[in-house]
Structures are given as C-alpha cells and as structure tokens.
C-alpha cells in the first residue's frame, strides 16, 4: 500500500460532462502529481503542486485544471469531457519538489461514452 | 513527450532466467528511475540512480547509468512469475526552478512458470 488514496476508482460518464477527482496524498508528502495513462500515449505528466503551490505544468489540456488544498489533498477537474480522455489518471506524491521517488495511487479509471 | 524509451517492449522469460530491459534518453539528467506497474495498478518505485551515479543495486536489482551514452540498463535477476509487470524508466530533470520526472512507454515482461 503506498498511501496515497485515490477516489472514485472508476468513473463513467458522458461526452460533454465535468468531472472531479480527488487524491490524498501519503502523510507527510508536500508534493502532488497528476499523471494521464493511456494505451496510445503512455504515462503523460499534467501537473505538480507542491505544498499548495503550482510547481510545472506537462501536457494539461485548457479544459483540465488542478488544485491542491491547505490539507495537501488535491483534485483534478476535467470538463468538456471528450471520448479521447478516457484514461486512467494517477495521482502521486512525494515528499519534496524534486527529485524525490514518487508514490503513486491506484489510480481512477475515467470511460467516456 | 517521452524523455525515456525503453527497449525491448516487451520481453517474455522462463522462471530463474535473468532480465535485462534497457532505456534511453535525450537530454541531461539529474536522476533516473524505475518503476514497476502490474496490470492496471498504480506504479511502484524500484530503485533510483543519480546522475553521478553508474551503478545500484537493490536485492535482485542492478541498475546502471552511463550518461555519456545516455542509456540505463534494469536487471532482474533469477526472476520469478511474481515479477511480471511493466517495467518504466522514468528519468529526472530540471529545467529552470522546475523539476519534472518523465516516464518511458515501459517494458512488459512475462516470466513463464
């Protein structure tokens, strides 16, 4: 168990739709990654925070958006959901900025019909 | 974009074989790591290799680094069916105040019982 919680586990929604999903990260971890994994594009980087503060930015789409709260959890809202955005999102953490191994949750299955 | 990319795609052993995957890279890094998927999971670290590094070793895993070639080398050895999973080099590195962790497609690796 890594310790970083990720929910819902599966997601399935229409085209058009807004969704949210949410990460806690392991205790003590300062930093938050959201990665985009598909079949065609591999293990894509969207975006860090560290410590509530937006750290890089990778491939996020316009119609993504991210936050990391006061309590380090973070969400990442993804709307005018397009078929192609089926994927599976992973959340990660670490404990500081850079350079440090991640710790990935399981993950939140996305279907768009 | 991948930073990383793994060689072989995929690679199938018999049980007590060794494994040799192999990753290439672009650009200087800081560090490199791999991580290890099994199906539809969230990924695992396995080890991390700084770039003043050349070789780590961590139980049944030796990793090496020669950044003048730009490539790293993952080996398993004496494996068993528990280690079939996706293997990904992920490697580290900082563009200005930002630091971000890019992962290869991955090797997959079935060992045969």
């Known amino acids: 168990d890594s310790g970083v919680t990720q929910t819902p586990k599966h997601l399935i929604t229409a085209t058009g739709q807004r969704v949210t999903l949410r990460c806690s990260p392991r205790?003590?971890?300062?930093?938050v990654y959201w990665y985009q994994q598909s079949l065609d594009q591999g293990l894509q980087f969207l975006i860090q925070y560290y410590n509530g503060e937006e750290r890089a930015k990778g491939n996020i789409l316009e119609r993504f958006s991210a936050q990391q709260f006061p309590d380090l959890h973070s969400e990442l809202n993804l709307s005018s959901l397009e078929l192609g955005d089926s994927a599976l999102y992973f959340c990660?953490?670490?404990?500081?900025?850079?350079?440090?191994?991640?710790?990935f949750g399981n993950g939140t299955r996305l279907t768009v019909t | 974009s991948q930073q990383g990319e793994e060689d072989p795609q995929a690679l199938s052993i018999q049980e007590g074989e060794n494994a040799t995957m192999n990753c290439s890279y672009k650009?200087?890094?800081?560090?490199l790591q791999w991580y290890r998927q099994n199906s539809g999971r969230g990924l695992v670290h396995l080890i991390l290799?700084?770039?003043?590094?050349r070789e780590k070793h961590s139980g049944r895993l030796r990793v090496t680094l020669d950044t003048s070639k730009k490539s790293s080398s993952l080996l398993i050895t004496a494996s068993r069916a528990a280690d079939t999973a996706s293997y990904f080099c992920?490697?580290?590195?900082?563009?200005?105040?930002?630091?971000?962790?890019?992962f290869g497609k991955g090797t997959l690796l079935t060992v045969n019982p």
């Open positions: 650009t200087s890094i800081n560090n």
């Open positions: 205790s003590g971890d300062l930093s």
């Open positions: 290799i700084r770039s003043n590094e």
């Open positions: 990660a953490s670490s404990v500081g900025p850079d350079n440090s191994p991640l710790h």
């Open positions: 992920a490697t580290g590195s900082s563009g200005g105040s930002n630091y971000k962790l890019t």
